[in-house]
C-alpha cells in the first residue's frame, strides 16, 4: 500500500520549493510523482506543425521525488508522517503519526 496517492494534498517539505502546498496529480513511477504547481521548469519547445505545436519557452511541472513531500495533516496545518495500520474488519488504512487520525475514511 501507497503512503502517498493520486490526489492527496501534500507539502514540500524540502529543495527548492520548500514548504509550498500541492495536489498529486500522477504518480511516475515507484519513487517519484507530479505535484500541482511544484518543481516547474521551463522548456525551450521547438515547434512541431505536424502535431499542431507552437514554439517557444513554456513552463511545466516535472517530476520530485516522493521522500521529498509529506502529506498536508488539515487538524495540525502542518505535513505529517504516514503510517499504515489494520482495522478489525482487515482493511488497511493510512493515519497520521502525530494524532492517529485515519486519512482515509
Not at 15 to 21: A, E, F, T, W
Not at 35 to 48: A, C, D, L, M, S
Not at 66 to 75: R, T
Request: hydrophobic share 35%.
Amino acid at each position: 500500500m501507497r503512503k502517498i496517492k493520486k490526489g492527496d494534498d501534500v507539502v514540500v517539505v524540502t529543495g527548492r520549493d520548500r514548504s509550498k502546498r500541492g495536489t498529486v496529480l500522477r504518480i511516475v513511477d515507484e519513487s517519484h510523482l507530479l505535484v500541482e504547481g511544484i518543481n516547474r521548469v521551463k522548456k525551450h519547445q521547438r515547434p512541431n506543425p505536424a502535431k499542431g505545436e507552437t514554439g517557444g519557452i513554456i513552463d511545466k511541472e516535472m517530476p520530485i521525488h516522493v521522500s521529498n513531500v509529506a502529506l498536508f495533516n488539515p487538524v495540525t496545518k502542518k505535513a505529517d508522517r504516514i503510517g499504515i495500520r489494520q482495522l478489525e474488519d482487515g482493511r488497511r488504512v493510512r493515519y497520521f503519526k502525530s494524532n492517529g487520525e485515519v486519512v482515509d475514511v
